[in-house]
């Protein structure tokens, strides 16, 4: 069971900032990585509401989700007038007569806009629509346009991390000096990878963990053990984080500042909770940070204690009680058969027996003519 008592220090590090767009230096891209068993638009929700409450210039390019969805549930923050809606989930570009090219997109949303946040529901989706080059061109205008407003003015999108081809041209700091990056991962799998690699779960994660991540994420890992998973496993596809996860989810978030190279760069692992205090408000709901250690133990791994007959307490020793799939102890018959091999070497301390030999090196060495 986790513990009660936080170890890790502050939640909420880099997540806090955020959230309520307050990050020093400030960030004018944040990526937020979806998927399609453990979806990250929960977060996008998040900051899209945020913001709408808080009374800034929002303008949202709705593209796969209805501007309903996303939306707080007030009529009031739909007819507001610093939000700026562009519904593109009713047209297919090819398919509709009426739908809107990339060009046209992009004036309508620079010819309106002064400040604020840009919010982008599917970046891939839109790529599809038109091609990469255009997309990515619109985004270099948007920024261009952010970075021209005042702060706290961004560009946030989602993204699959499957889409390769915009990921690897938008993440790079040749695209944008700064950067935000949001993953999204169900507790069990953060514990699964714990036990399954013997590393340890920290709030700043260590460079071996933060790797286990990474690749988990480049092979697609939560989507496949997701789809293949049955009643037996502890990872089921859980896209609105309703089902085996508790409404919770671990966030691997990563900062990049402007300058200062491998040392602008944080990292951290949070914690946030759906907070949904009755069914009506279930599309008003936010997300908590909460300490790490409440919702996942941090060492996995480690032998844990039960109580025996007596009351005490003893040790788990085997590899099927600490569920782990290889063996890590003995058997007193295998103890016994390995004290009775004979180490090489060995003597019963009385010392080197014998008399030794010594040679002058000089004197063996015949002089070369």
Partial sequence: MPSSR???????????????????????????????????????KDILRRGIRR???????????PPELLLPNDSSSNSSSKLNIIDLSSSING?????????????????????????????????EDYSISKVLSLIRSLLTSIKNAKAPSRLVLSLPSTSTKIHSSIIPPSFN????????????????????????????????????LENSIKRNLQNDLSFK??????????????IKSDKSAILQILVRKPTGGIKGISRSLEAVKLNTTTE???????????????????????????????????????????????NLSLTDD????????????????????????????EETDDEEI
């Avoid at 739908?99 to 529901?121: C, H, M, P, R, V």
Wanted: net charge negative; charged share 20%.
């Fill in 95 to 127: 398919y509709d007569d009426n739908a809107e090219n990339i060009e046209s997109i992009k004036e309508k949303i620079l010819s309106t806009y002064n400040s604020g946040q840009i919010f982008i529901d599917a970046l891939d989706i839109l790529s």
């Fill in 229 to 242: 998973s049955d009643s037996t496993l502890p990872f089921e596809f859980d896209p609105n984080w309703d």
């Fill in 6 to 44: 936080s170890t890790t220090g502050d939640s909420g590090n880099l997540l806090s900032g955020i959230l309520d767009n307050t990050q020093i230096p400030h960030q004018s891209l944040c990526v937020i990585n979806d998927s399609v068993s453990f979806s990250g638009l929960n977060v996008f």
């Fill in 177 to 212: 000096s700064t950067l935000t990056l949001i993953n999204s991962f169900q507790p069990k799998l953060i514990e699964h990878l714990s036990k399954s690699y013997l590393s340890p779960i920290t709030t700043i994660p260590t460079p071996n963990f933060w790797m286990i």
């Fill in 334 to 361: 295998q103890k016994n058969k390995r004290a009775q091999v004979p180490l090489p070497y060995a003597h019963e301390g009385e010392g080197a027996s014998g008399d030794l030999i010594w040679e002058d090196e």
């Fill in 280 to 326: 009506q408000q279930i599309e008003n709901q936010s997300l908590d940070i909460i300490p790490l250690d409440s919702l996942i133990d941090l060492n996995p791994f480690s032998k844990p204690l039960s109580n025996n007959d007596i009351g005490g307490e003893k040790q788990i020793n085997t590899h099927s009680e600490l569920n782990l799939p290889f």
């Fill in 55 to 65: 009374g800034e210039e929002i303008t949202l390019i709705s593209i796969l989700h």
